[in-house]
């Protein structure tokens, strides 16, 4: 049964899971990963850039991101932006490219990445319990003005709260790759 109430929700829901997935990719495990690049703005031609748009970044092995700029005027700015990030990554300049060695995570840090991840999951939850807390009320509302016959109410209030659970489980799914990914050594 769809409904615009129904179809706002889960178009919001499906958002907050996709930022949820974003956030994750942007967490460092002990293996390179290009996608923890994007969170790193580079001050360059008078603007911030994504560092894959400065150039082309690489994978070689499970330690290593290499990063070929087309620019290699730019590759201090590169660098620096590197340094000065979260990311707590030591990059390696030739001139030529850059690279940025991948350092097993011991296992202290390994928990603690675990800890923040939790806390963007709990974020994603909460996000879906409020979009469906919006969506039950805008179902009451229109049931309350006469526009939706009771048992179509209460369909779509089944059909919201399956929605949630559907979408906390792709949440939950999402963390434990994670959490597995982070943990293995």
């Known amino acids: 049964m769809s409904h615009p109430v129904l179809d706002e929700a889960t178009d919001k829901m499906d958002k907050s899971?996709?930022?949820?997935?974003?956030?994750?990719s942007n967490i460092r495990t002990g293996r390179a990963n290009a996608a923890i690049l994007d969170a790193v703005d580079v001050e360059v031609y008078g603007s911030k850039m994504k560092i894959n748009?400065?150039?082309?970044?690489?994978?070689?092995d499970a330690h290593l991101i290499v990063i070929d700029l087309w620019d290699k005027t730019q590759s201090g700015a590169v660098?620096?932006?590197?340094?000065?990030?979260?990311?707590?990554?030591?990059?390696?300049?030739?001139?030529?490219?850059?690279?940025?060695?991948?350092?097993?995570?011991?296992e202290e840090r390994r928990k603690d990445l675990v800890k923040v991840t939790g806390k963007y999951v709990e974020e994603a939850k909460i996000a879906c319990r409020s979009i469906r807390r919006h969506a039950i009320d805008e179902l009451k509302k229109l049931q309350k003005a006469g526009e939706l016959p009771e048992d179509d109410a209460h369909r779509l209030t089944e059909s919201v709260q399956k929605?949630?659970?559907?979408?906390?489980?792709?949440?939950?799914?999402?963390?434990?790759?994670?959490?597995?990914?982070?943990?293995?050594?």
Do not use: W, Y
């Open 17 to 24: 899971v996709l930022a949820f997935q974003s956030e994750m």
């Open 163 to 185: 929605l949630t659970d559907s979408h906390t489980e792709k949440i939950d799914a999402s963390f434990k790759a994670k959490e597995a990914d982070i943990m293995e050594v």
């Open 53 to 60: 748009q400065l150039g082309t970044v690489t994978v070689p």
């Open 79 to 106: 660098e620096k932006a590197l340094l000065m990030s979260t990311l707590g990554l030591t990059p390696m300049n030739d001139g030529q490219v850059i690279r940025l060695p991948i350092p097993p995570l011991n």
